[in-house]
């Protein structure tokens, strides 16, 4: 049932977004000169797909896990669409093609070894990963892998309909602060 609804939502949004990804995609263009990022990430049962987001750093910032990265690697623009989490808008291409949902763990990189680790002794992999959910809204991040692959584990276990919601309504509402940055 989770999925039908991924699907209506993400489908609902990207038509309701689409002036929005306009005007970003042309701010975007004027900020890095290349507004969209995408990323191989680690997917359900560790299927890699192509994670699609607005970028918020420089073009030349490696590849690795943002709290890795330096703060310095975040453009003005990319520093407002991280506030507002409006980088992650065309993550709905992502759940609408049923490769991720809207609420589940947060796809991490191939090269974050401990992570991966961590969520396959918790079966973490076993779900599609999501744009949002409890560890989000709750700043828990990647930086703490454990702690990350635990709370993704008991989110997995307690995901009813109800649930799904609570963390899409307080992420919308702007509960939690996205991934810490190095130097943040």
């Given at each position: 049932?989770?999925?039908?609804?991924?699907?209506?939502?993400?489908?609902?949004?990207?038509?309701?977004?689409?002036?929005?990804?306009?005007?970003l995609f042309i701010i975007g263009l004027f900020d890095t000169g290349s507004p969209v990022?995408?990323?191989?990430?680690?997917?359900?049962n560790k299927k890699p797909f192509i994670l699609?987001?607005?970028?918020?750093m420089s073009v030349d910032t490696a590849s690795v896990a943002t709290h890795l990265a330096s703060s310095a690697s975040i453009t003005p623009f990319g520093n407002f669409l991280r506030k507002t989490k409006l980088d992650?808008?065309?993550?709905?291409w992502n759940v609408l093609k049923g490769e991720m949902s809207l609420v589940g763990p947060r796809p991490g990189l191939f090269n974050q070894q401990e992570l991966t680790e961590?969520?396959?002794?918790?079966?973490?992999?076993?779900?599609?990963?999501?744009?949002?959910?409890?560890?989000?809204?709750?700043d828990i991040d990647m930086s703490t892998p454990v702690l990350l692959a635990k709370t993704?584990?008991?989110?997995?276990?307690?995901?009813?309909?109800?649930?799904?919601f609570k963390f899409i309504l307080q992420t919308v509402t702007g509960k939690g602060s996205g991934d810490r940055i190095k130097g943040s």
């Open positions: 049932m989770i999925r039908c609804i991924d699907f209506v939502l993400s489908l609902v949004g990207l038509a309701c977004a689409l002036p929005f990804f306009v005007i990022f995408r990323q191989e990430r680690v997917g359900r699609i987001k607005f970028r918020t992650e808008l065309p993550q709905l961590a969520r396959e002794a918790k079966n973490v992999y076993a779900v599609r990963p999501g744009i949002t959910g409890e560890a989000q809204v709750n993704d584990a008991k989110m997995i276990s307690e995901l009813n309909l109800k649930n799904y």
